[in-house]
């Protein structure tokens, strides 16, 4: 396995199958954006919630890739950056030192006290990490859209709410009303004269 990291060869698979998981992402980010009138054979008509459902459910697995890569390369750094190298072990007097670190990726230089440095993580695996990186923040810019717009066409669909004071919300107002005294008239105590014959 240290053989084929160190050749290249890993990276070169890793570099390629980001290429084409951002190409496909680019294209459905474009495809939010632009909404392409349907009719045509590569669009398919879906609504609102399944967009969302859908992008939803890409961000979750390449954010949660993403997430756990993270977690497992830069532990170290996130619970302290400048003691990333004697983290999780019992150095003692014989600590080594942690050089030029970073949080993304996530890598740090170690010096040990016999002088040899090394890295912190694998190449391959703090590659690893950008090349997830920007496939989730593709995916999370398109669940943000795509949730934006179901939102808009919620509150479109929503019927409009009827004011105070409009014409048949008051007693007595109302065409079913009509020949029925109102509380104010039953109250007053006076009576209608009677039908003369």
């Known amino acids: 396995m240290s053989s084929v990291g160190g050749s290249g060869v890993l990276s070169a698979v890793l570099w390629a199958g980001l290429l084409v998981m951002v190409g496909c992402l680019l294209v459905a980010l474009l495809a939010e954006c632009c909404e392409p009138p349907l009719g045509s054979a590569l669009v398919m008509p879906m609504s609102r919630s399944a967009k969302l459902r859908r992008t939803g459910a890409v961000f979750f697995v390449i954010g949660s890739a993403f997430a756990l890569c993270y977690a497992l390369a830069g532990w170290k750094l996130l619970a302290g950056p400048s003691s990333a ?100 008239q039953a109250g007053s105590g006076r009576t209608s004269p009677p039908d003369p014959g």
């Open 85 to 184: 190298c004697s983290t999780g072990a019992d150095w003692g007097s014989e600590r080594p030192r942690t050089w030029e670190y970073s949080l993304l990726p996530p890598q740090a230089t170690c010096q040990y006290t016999s002088g040899h440095t090394q890295r912190l993580n694998p190449d391959w695996l703090a590659s690893l990490t950008v090349e997830l990186a920007i496939p989730a923040l593709l995916a999370g810019i398109g669940f943000v859209l795509a949730w934006h717009r179901w939102r808009q066409e919620r509150r479109a669909a929503r019927p409009d709410d009827v004011p105070d004071g409009a014409p048949g919300d008051v007693a007595g107002d109302g065409p079913g009303d009509a020949g029925h005294p109102t509380a104010k």
